[in-house]
């Protein structure tokens, strides 16, 4: 079984002998209103005869809500250690390019 996800380098700390690169998941987040998110949970919880009398005068209280960045999930960090001659073989990436990374189960 095998995967291939995207890191962002987040920190490369270089020694001299040995590279030290922080990588977390390219998570991509999207911009969410707190008037949608609320309005789905309120819909959620209301049977349908309520929803039609609650959603209009809900809708309207909520019409100036921010927008806001939601994540769906929490990231995954990496952190690897490699000789610098690897390093440079990699082609010698820099924080904020994506490296993408080949998970197998072995």
């Known amino acids: 079984m095998s995967e291939v996800v995207g890191y962002r380098v987040q920190q490369i700390v270089d020694n001299g ?3 030290q690169m922080t990588l977390a ?9 707190q008037k949608q998110l609320i309005m789905e949970n309120v819909s959620k919880k209301l049977d349908q005869e309520t929803k039609e009398q609650v959603m209009p005068l809900l ?12 994540k769906s999930y929490a990231q995954t960090n990496v952190s690897i250690t ?25």
């Open 59 to 70: 809708e309207a209280m909520l019409q100036a809500q921010p927008t806001i960045k939601v």
């Open 17 to 19: 002998q040995v590279v």
């Open 82 to 106: 490699m000789p610098k001659n690897r390093y440079e073989r990699l082609g010698r990436p820099q924080v904020g390019e994506i490296l993408q990374v080949d998970i197998k189960k072995i």
């Open 25 to 33: 998941e390219d998570v991509q987040t999207e911009p969410v209103s």
